[in-house]
T-cell receptor, first 116, second 112 residues
Framework: GAVVSQHPSWVICKSGTSVKIECRSLDFQATTMFWYRQFPKQSLMLMATSNEGSKATYEQGVEKDKFLINHASLTLSTLTVTSAHPEDSSFYIC????????????FGPGTRLLVL | KQEVTQIPAALSVPEGENLVLNCSFTDSAIYNLQWFRQDPGKGLTSLLL?????REQTSGRLNASLDKSSGRSTLYIAASQPGDSATYLC???????????FGQGTRLTINP
């Protein structure tokens, strides 16, 4: 089956620093990748949709200058949390969508971010 | 705007019981509906995917049904086991949209 990886799996950083999270589709080409955020005991909230080679589409209320998304290849998307603050602490999950329109999204294992 | 609701929010049952989780959606023009499982601190595992033209899908002890006209889906778990304890998420892909819209999830606990 299709596999999506995320790196790192967890990260602790100081307030004010920037953190980059990678999302890779290991055995398929992902034309579209999605970034979600999940707070404890809550559901997934879509942050943005990124299509390879174009700018990401951000959901309402998500600051594009705060959460930088780059989808430079068909197998890699990155999310950079700039000038992170404690309220950015969360579980970040990516998913990847293959070339066929009927395909499902394949989810990564998530990255837990703790900002001190 | 598509909205997805899951009932109940939490469910606790003894091992061995059959159970049903519910999912409803407001816009019946869906492309597909998917059920996921999420263990604490982990990512999502896809359980079943039902295309809009299908009525149900089965995998082992799991059976998911879809009634597009009423905007409902159910996930039936037979002979529940403690290992089934997890949060179950329902997600809908609306026609013409790339993204999935998730319900809030049902936290399931199977007691030995």
């Amino acid at each position: 089956g299709a596999v999506v990886s995320q790196h790192p799996s967890w990260v602790i950083c100081k307030s004010g620093t920037s953190v980059k999270i990678e999302c890779r589709s290991l055995d398929f080409q992902a034309t579209t990748m999605f970034w979600y955020r999940q707070f404890p005991k809550q559901s997934l909230m879509l942050m943005a949709t990124s299509n390879e080679g174009s700018k990401a589409t951000y959901e309402q209320g998500v600051e594009k200058d705060k959460f930088l998304i780059n989808h430079a290849s068909l197998t890699l998307s990155t999310l950079t949390v700039t000038s992170a603050h404690p309220e950015d602490s969360s579980f970040y999950i990516c998913s990847a969508h293959g070339l066929a329109v009927q395909e499902t999204q394949y989810f990564g294992p998530g990255t837990r971010l703790l900002v001190l | 705007k598509q909205e997805v609701t899951q009932i109940p929010a939490a469910l606790s049952v003894p091992e061995g019981e059959n159970l049903v989780l519910n999912c409803s959606f407001t816009d019946s023009a869906i492309y597909n509906l998917q059920w996921f499982r999420q263990d604490p601190g982990k990512g999502l595992t896809s359980l079943l995917l039902i295309q809009s033209s299908q009525r149900e899908q089965t995998s082992g002890r799991l059976n998911a049904s879809l009634d597009k006209s009423s905007g409902r889906s159910t996930l039936y778990i037979a002979a529940s086991q403690p290992g089934d304890s997890a949060t179950y998420l329902c997600a809908v892909k609306t026609q013409g949209a790339q993204k999935l819209v998730f319900g809030q999830g049902t936290r399931l606990t199977i007691n030995p």
